[in-house]
């Protein structure tokens, strides 16, 4: 679950954090001018808040004097004009794609002198299912572009232990910072990694981390990514969660037990088990077409979720044809086999479709959608079945 900035700073406070003071506008902009008077300033910093990266560097598409979703306000008048302009407004960034994200929460902040800037993140490292701090004196730029020219710059660190939390002391060479600095640095990231631990997040992304003029850190930008897998343990967190900002058919799916991702191919693909799913879209790019979506019915699939996943690939208008993959475990094939048959009928579902089953009461459901008169065809061997869908998305 991603969070907005202000509510991952909101987080981050109740962790004794340096977070500038701020306030959030939902959809209006009302008592604006009476809260500028309480958060210190001017200058104050006025920030579009959605779900993506890139914001500084973004453009509206109704013109805000083309300086992205991050400006700098010097007078109250101009702080509400910023403001006015934002919301509601349409920002296009690297992140959002060319169709951009509608700004519906804006945020206002205190401003910082900025001396020095960093890169600060901690995600899980997969290779040694540890907790891993990148930090680079490179901040405020893409962390990918210093990774590719200048790698040496960017540095890493595994905690096998979450409450030993301690920093290589040449680090604050490497960083250019004073020990006192250094010490400052190290006491910010054991409160992360308890923040990180407490949360059940999976990414914490801080850039900038800044030196401010009285030579202090402070969190000049928060990115947090919560694990939903989690989210039962967190009520408070689950009431932040911002539907708008996401996808309407991933929403849909979530919503009936279904995970769905929209990519940009031509083949529609419903499987059940995550594996299964990735080994699909492997295959379809085997022979040279792309996956429209990623689409895992989940283990326990039934005839209502096999109905509500073909409602989400036909609302796909780039999908030209259906690859169908069950392993028969814990649901059986005929069931499945049964469910795609009626949602066929009651959708009026038109598009090419093939359906692979393996596993339990695999050839009971083979032999339901080969005596079904539609579209559809039933192919045992995983190879050609990803040929033949390939062929139809023709």
């Known amino acids: 679950m991603n969070l907005h900035e202000y509510q991952a700073k909101q987080l981050l406070l109740d962790f004794n954090l340096p977070i500038l003071n701020g306030k959030v506008y939902i959809n209006n902009l009302e008592n604006i001018e009476e809260d500028l008077k309480k958060i210190k300033g001017p200058p104050w910093v006025v920030k579009s808040q959605i779900h993506a990266g890139g914001r500084g560097a973004g453009h509206f598409l109704k013109s805000v004097n083309n300086k992205g979703g991050v400006q700098i306000a010097k007078d109250i008048d101009k702080a509400i004009s910023l403001s006015h302009s934002m919301l509601s407004n349409t920002i296009i960034t690297k992140q959002t794609g060319p169709k951009g994200k509608k700004v519906n929460r804006v945020f206002i902040e205190e401003s910082c002198n900025i001396k020095k800037e960093f890169y600060l993140s901690l995600i899980i490292d997969r290779d040694s299912s540890q907790l891993m701090l990148m930090i680079s004196p490179e901040g405020g730029v893409d962390i990918e572009e210093v990774a590719e020219k200048h790698p040496e710059k960017i540095h890493t660190f595994l905690f096998s232990n979450l409450d030993q939390i301690f920093l290589d002391e040449k680090l604050h060479k490497k960083l250019e910072i004073n020990l006192s600095q250094f010490q400052e640095l190290q006491l910010i990231v054991k409160k992360l990694v308890l923040a990180f631990k407490s949360l059940d997040a999976s990414t914490i992304e801080i850039n900038p981390l800044v030196i401010n003029d009285k030579g202090n850190f402070v969190l000049l930008d928060a990115k947090m990514i919560i694990d939903d897998n989690a989210l039962f343990r967190h009520p408070e967190i689950i009431n932040l969660r911002d539907i708008s900002e996401e996808n309407p058919l991933e929403l849909q799916a979530s919503e009936n037990g279904m995970n769905y991702v929209k990519l940009n191919g031509s083949i529609g693909c ?125």
Request: aromatic residues 6%; proline residues 2%.
């Open 270 to 394: 419903m499987v059940n088990g995550a594996g299964l799913a990735m080994a699909t879209m492997d295959m379809i790019k085997l022979f040279g077409h792309e996956p429209a979506n990623f689409l895992d019915l989940g283990g326990t699939a039934n005839k209502e979720r096999a109905i509500q996943g073909f409602k989400i690939i036909q609302s796909d208008l780039s999908v030209k044809s259906v690859l169908i993959n069950i392993f028969g475990g814990i649901i059986q094939c005929d069931m499945i086999a049964n469910g795609i048959v009626d949602a066929i009928k009651e959708l009026n579902f038109k598009l090419p479709l093939v359906v692979r089953f393996q596993g339990t009461n695999a050839s009971q459901g083979r032999d339901i959608i080969n005596k079904f008169s539609g579209n559809i065809i039933s192919i045992d061997d995983f190879t050609d079945a990803a040929k033949k869908v390939s062929e139809l998305a023709k």
